[in-house]
C-alpha cells in the first residue's frame, strides 16, 4: 500500500508541475504577444534597413507633414492635424471646395503604400497622378484609390451607386472582386504599384483591380463614367499624390514611397 502510495503521489507532482509549466508557457507567450505589440507600436512611422536598401522613403514622420502641402495652396488645411503619431482628416463646419493636401514632389513610377483607419461611415480617396489646376476639383484630374466604409456604404445605398466605388476600387471605374476591408475602426493597409503604365491596387495583401492607363481599354472605361467630360482625367504619367478630405474623420500612419 506505501509503494502505491508513493506512486500516487509522484502522479500529483508531475500534474502541478505541468500546470505550472503551461500557466508559465501561457504566461510568456502574453508577454512575447504584448512586447511583439510593443515593438510595432514604436516601428509606425519607421524604416527598416532593408526598407531604405530598397529605396523606401518616409512620406510621413509621425511627427509633422513636411513633404505635404494643400491642393492648390502653399500651406496645410487647418482640418489636417498630427496627433500621437497619427495623421487625422477632420470634419469642418464650413465645406470649403480645396482641402485636399497632396505631396510637393511628383511620381511616375512608385510603389506606394500606407495604414489607414476609417471612422463610422467615413469616405475618402488615395489619389495619384494629381495635377493642379486652379478652380478646379483634384478629382477631375486624378485617379482614385476609394477608402469608404463599405458595411454601411452598401446597407444605405443603391447598387448603382456601390458599383465601382468601395475601397480599394478605382473609383467609378473598377470594382474588385471581393470585399477586403477589415473594417472600420480598425487599420487597414492600401497599396498602389505603378510600372510602365501599368497600375495596380491592393487592399490588405489582395489585389483589387489593375489597368493600364491610356490604353483602349482605360479610355473604354473613362468614357462610361463620371469622369467622361474631364478630358484632364487620367492624362498625367507623373503627378503629385493626394490624400481627399470628405468631411469625415479619417486616420493615416506609415506613409511610405518608392520608386520604381
Known amino acids: 500500500m506505501k509503494f502505491y502510495g508513493l506512486i500516487f503521489s509522484w502522479i500529483l507532482l508531475l500534474c502541478a508541475c505541468a500546470e505550472n509549466t503551461n500557466t508559465s508557457m501561457e504566461e510568456e507567450n502574453e508577454a512575447s504577444t504584448e512586447s511583439t505589440e510593443a515593438v510595432k507600436e514604436m516601428q509606425d512611422n519607421m524604416l527598416t534597413e532593408?526598407?531604405?536598401?530598397?529605396?523606401?522613403?518616409?512620406?510621413?514622420?509621425?511627427?509633422?507633414?513636411?513633404?505635404?502641402?494643400?491642393?492648390?495652396?502653399?500651406?496645410?488645411?487647418?482640418?489636417?492635424?498630427?496627433?500621437?503619431?497619427?495623421?487625422?482628416?477632420?470634419?469642418?463646419?464650413?465645406?470649403?471646395?480645396?482641402?485636399?493636401?497632396?505631396?510637393?514632389?511628383?511620381?511616375?513610377?512608385?510603389?506606394?503604400?500606407?495604414?489607414?483607419?476609417?471612422?463610422?461611415?467615413?469616405?475618402?480617396?488615395?489619389?495619384?497622378?494629381?495635377?493642379?489646376?486652379?478652380?478646379?476639383?483634384?478629382?477631375?484630374?486624378?485617379p482614385e484609390y476609394q477608402l469608404i466604409d463599405d458595411e454601411n456604404y452598401l446597407a444605405t445605398a443603391s447598387e448603382d451607386e456601390t458599383r465601382n466605388h468601395l475601397s480599394g476600387e478605382n473609383y467609378d471605374l473598377q470594382s474588385a472582386p471581393g470585399r477586403y476591408l477589415k473594417g472600420t475602426g480598425v487599420w487597414n493597409t492600401a497599396r498602389i504599384v505603378v510600372k510602365d503604365k501599368k497600375v495596380e491596387h491592393y487592399l490588405n495583401g489582395q489585389k483589387t483591380i489593375e489597368y493600364d492607363l491610356g490604353s483602349e481599354a482605360w479610355k473604354a472605361l473613362v468614357a462610361n463614367s463620371k469622369f467622361k467630360d474631364y478630358e484632364d482625367y487620367g492624362s498625367a504619367e507623373e503627378g503629385h499624390i493626394g490624400l481627399q478630405y470628405h468631411d469625415d474623420e479619417v486616420y493615416f500612419k506609415n506613409i511610405k514611397i518608392r520608386r520604381l
Open 50 to 142: 532593408v526598407e531604405q536598401e530598397m529605396g523606401w522613403q518616409l512620406l510621413f514622420d509621425g511627427t509633422g507633414m513636411e513633404g505635404w502641402k494643400g491642393y492648390n495652396m502653399n500651406e496645410i488645411p487647418d482640418n489636417w492635424k498630427v496627433e500621437d503619431g497619427i495623421l487625422k482628416v477632420m470634419p469642418t463646419k464650413e465645406k470649403p471646395k480645396d482641402r485636399d493636401i497632396i505631396t510637393t514632389d511628383k511620381y511616375k513610377d512608385f510603389e506606394l503604400e500606407l495604414d489607414f483607419m476609417l471612422t463610422d461611415a467615413a469616405n475618402s480617396g488615395i489619389l495619384y497622378f494629381v495635377k493642379e489646376v486652379e478652380d478646379t476639383p483634384i478629382w477631375h484630374s486624378a
